[in-house]
């Protein structure tokens, strides 16, 4: 208890009095410095995103969003979640009204391209037969040389071209042809597969479809690459026989190599005529090589060699294409027969 002055007369009384002894003032009431903790009015609890709660929101907003209206979660976790709901809402409906969505463009997505679609596509077609290229830029062209070079450079080299012609040697992998009956052969090429002229013989009537690549002259065939036969784009053989044939030839190099005795020769050329065949024979030794010719079934060939070196024959075979044009090819060794 305490004393204080009264607001009326100024005399002393207690704090505890209800008014003034002196003047009968009533006292003031005093304001409590405190509200009692039972008239307060509850706050509402703060909740926090918990992680399960956070990845169902990703993964399906609309079942998951609601939970966040709950009685405690901020404004701000709120509009979080409401703005994921309309972005997922309209990257749903975008993927699904797609015409072509990822899945469709993968079924739709053409297929690789062949090797010989790919040439179709980056070389030209001709329409030129052997008797119009021949008197353009072969044995019955009576241009200069360099006027020929220049002509079939710009007109043929590297134009697909279809002839038709009688097979006059046939291997596997390449093929010559007698175009014109005249002579033994006017073109060869190499096969587009491996193993497409393997049931091919001598005397055969076919078709090629092939690139052409070197220009012929009088005793040199025309030479492509990529040929098919008849428009067969496959093998003449399944691919297991190619690999057996190709097995029991590579069984029999090494036996021949570790012998000692297999040796090698390039062919240069197969000519019916002989002089034609022995000129060819004197211009190579006069340059330096090892030239000889054998001849049977009334057909010259021109050899060089032999090599004991299978990589010193396949290096020989392009120093003579660059230097002479002469497409030749590597066999086994044949001896001089005349």
Avoid at 31 to 53: E, K, M, N, Y
Avoid at 145 to 168: L, P
Avoid at 258 to 263: D, I
Wanted: aromatic letters at 10%; proline letters at 5%; glycine letters at 6%.
């Amino acid at each position: 208890m305490a004393l204080i002055d009264c607001y009326e007369c100024g005399k002393r009384i207690s704090d505890t009095a209800a008014s003034c002894p002196s003047c009968g003032a009533p006292a003031k009431k005093k304001t409590p410095d405190r509200i009692d903790a039972s008239f307060q009015i509850p706050s509402t609890p703060s909740r926090v995103v918990s992680f399960p709660l956070f990845l169902a929101v990703i993964f399906a907003p609309f079942i998951f969003f609601w939970f966040l209206l709950r009685h405690g979660y901020s404004s701000k976790v709120r509009a979080l979640g409401l703005c994921w709901l309309v972005i997922f809402v309209y990257l749903y409906f975008a993927s699904n009204n797609l015409p072509n969505g990822p899945e469709s463009q993968i079924a739709a997505a053409p297929p690789p391209k062949s090797k010989l679609q790919l040439l179709d596509e980056k070389y030209p077609e001709s329409s030129a037969l052997y008797e119009e290229v021949n008197s353009a830029v072969g044995c019955g062209s009576k241009f200069s040389d360099q006027k020929k070079k220049d002509i079939f450079d710009r007109d043929y080299k590297n134009h697909w071209m279809t002839w038709r012609g009688v097979v006059a040697l046939a291997d596997a992998d390449d093929v010559s042809l007698n175009l014109d009956g005249v002579g033994i052969q006017d073109l060869q090429v190499d096969f587009l597969s491996k193993g497409a002229g393997y049931d091919l013989k001598k005397g055969d009537k076919i078709q090629v479809r092939f690139l052409m690549s070197t220009a012929g002259g009088c005793f040199l065939p025309f030479w492509g690459d990529y040929a098919v036969i008849d428009g067969k784009r496959s093998a003449g053989i399944e691919q297991a026989a190619v690999q057996d044939i190709k097995s029991q030839a590579g069984m029999l190099d090494d036996v021949d190599a570790k012998s000692g005795a297999l040796r090698w020769s390039i062919q240069v050329a197969s000519l019916s005529d002989q002089s034609t065949a022995e000129s060819l024979v004197s211009t190579l030794k006069r340059s330096g090589y090892v030239a000889y010719l054998t001849r049977t079934d009334n057909v010259s060939r021109v050899f060089i060699g032999p090599l004991t070196e299978r990589a010193e024959a396949d290096r020989l075979r392009e120093q003579l294409k660059q230097s002479f044009h002469l497409n030749g090819f590597v066999v086994r060794y044949v001896p001089r027969q005349i």
